[in-house]
């Protein structure tokens, strides 16, 4: 909401106030026009007799006016006429009421306020103008007796009108003022949201074509993005970055026997149970088809052993669960790293190990390669005994 200097809503404050009309301000504006206390005497004199020819004078002005058809369809109809004629009749009396102080200053900057809002153009308020001043001096030369008074009278006349005059331009100007910044605020407004708009559809658009649609996870695009950020932050915090690769097992079979709904299902479930063994800063993609993986950052291979050991608890719990999985593990860092495709490629053959670990084909196993064991030439658990515990929960 918009607030004057004071602090005061607009609704509060006069025009003179919205302005900052001050008396300082009134008394250099009459000096401008050399409107004197000579000219408040004479006109203040003039007061009496001008309000007796007042009704003729005002009914021989709207006459003039309501001549020309624009000015008659401004004014519309009988009943706003005898208003306007009303209000002109006390416009004149406080014209020469000799009181020109803030209170009447206030009003003539309504006068103009008024008049801006009907629709009256500078061209039409100056011809009023023209037409008042012509009604005045006739008035002047009726009541005057010397040349010397009549001339006095009218320059008194001339003064005050000018006066009046420019208080109602500067509410014309101020009005303008106000509708062009008002345009430019809702311009600028507008432009902020619009910018708003389409940096939100921008998000979506990049967000769609970084998701994968069925699983609502990251697709190969995304990962490709986050596997290069995440290198380069571990590479640069000389810490570990591990990588889970998921396939399931005998994923065209489960489609051509028991449809591709049930695919599709089994596809959601592998995603949803992986979101749920990691952390929140792992990032679970799908790369496509029956593949999934998951780029652990700062995560050592034992901890991502864990992170693979918890998903296959996962998969184990949901029931009538048609397919097992292979998982495949590795890990660089923290001071020696491979490439992203090269991590990659470490992780699928890792993942080809864990296949060889259900060569019976065994349904609902998943089988994981424990890159701690595979690592040590052969000691330790077989990959049989690895998919085992793992089936095991």
């Given at each position: 909401m918009s607030l004057g200097t004071s602090g005061m809503r607009i609704v509060e404050q006069t025009l003179a106030e919205q302005m900052k009309f001050s008396d300082r301000e009134i008394e250099k504006r009459k000096q401008l026009f050399n409107l004197k206390d000579e000219d408040v005497a004479i006109l203040r004199s003039c007061k009496s007799a001008v309000t007796e020819r007042l009704d003729r004078a005002i009914d021989e002005f709207y006459a003039r006016q309501v001549d020309d058809p624009e000015i008659a369809l401004i004014i519309g109809d009988s009943e706003t006429l005898s208003r306007v004629k009303g209000a002109m009749r006390n416009y004149i009396v406080e014209l020469f009421g000799g009181v020109y102080d803030n209170d009447y200053v206030n009003s003539r900057l309504r006068v103009g306020k008024v008049h801006w809002r009907i629709g009256v153009t500078p061209k039409f308020f100056l011809s009023a103008l023209r037409r008042l001043n012509v009604v005045l001096y006739a008035i002047m030369d009726e009541i005057s007796d010397t040349p010397i008074e009549l001339h006095a009278r009218k320059e008194a006349v001339q003064k005050i009108l000018f006066f009046d005059s420019q208080l109602v331009f500067d509410t014309y100007i101020?009005?303008?003022s106000t509708e062009v910044t008002a345009a430019k605020d809702e311009t600028a407004a507008y432009a902020r949201g619009l910018e708003e708009e389409v940096a939100l559809r921008t998000q979506q658009m990049k967000e769609l074509t970084l998701t994968d649609d069925l699983t609502g996870v990251n697709n190969k695009r995304?990962?490709?993005?986050?596997?290069?950020?995440?290198?380069?932050?571990?590479?640069?915090?000389?810490?570990?970055?591990?990588?889970?690769?998921?396939?399931?097992?005998?994923?065209?079979?489960?489609?051509?026997?028991?449809?591709?709904?049930?695919?599709?299902?089994?596809?959601?479930?592998?995603?949803c149970h992986l979101k749920g063994a990691c952390r929140e800063s792992d990032i679970?993609?799908?790369?496509?088809?029956?593949?999934?993986?998951?780029?652990?950052?700062?995560?050592?291979?034992a901890s991502a052993l864990n992170i693979a050991e918890r998903f296959a608890?996962?998969?184990?719990e949901e029931a009538g669960s048609p397919v097992g999985a292979s998982v495949g593990i590795a890990?660089?860092?923290?001071?020696?790293?491979c490439t992203v495709e090269e991590l990659v490629a470490q992780a699928d053959q890792s993942m080809y190990r864990a296949k060889q670990g259900n060569k019976d084909g065994k349904p609902g196993l998943v089988c994981i390669d424990n890159p701690l064991l595979s690592s040590n030439?052969?000691?330790?658990?077989?990959?049989?005994?690895q998919a085992l515990r793992s089936e095991a929960g």
């Open positions: 101020n009005a303008l995304a990962f490709g993005e986050h596997a290069k950020r995440e290198m380069a932050g571990a590479q640069r915090a000389n810490r570990e970055l591990s990588l889970l690769y998921i396939d399931i097992n005998d994923f065209k079979l489960l489609n051509d026997t028991l449809g591709h709904q049930v695919g599709d299902d089994l596809l959601v479930k592998v995603a679970v993609c799908r790369l496509g088809g029956d593949e999934f993986c998951v780029l652990m950052p700062d995560v050592p291979a608890e996962l998969m184990y890990t660089t860092g923290p001071t020696q790293f030439d052969g000691d330790g658990d077989t990959l049989e005994d």
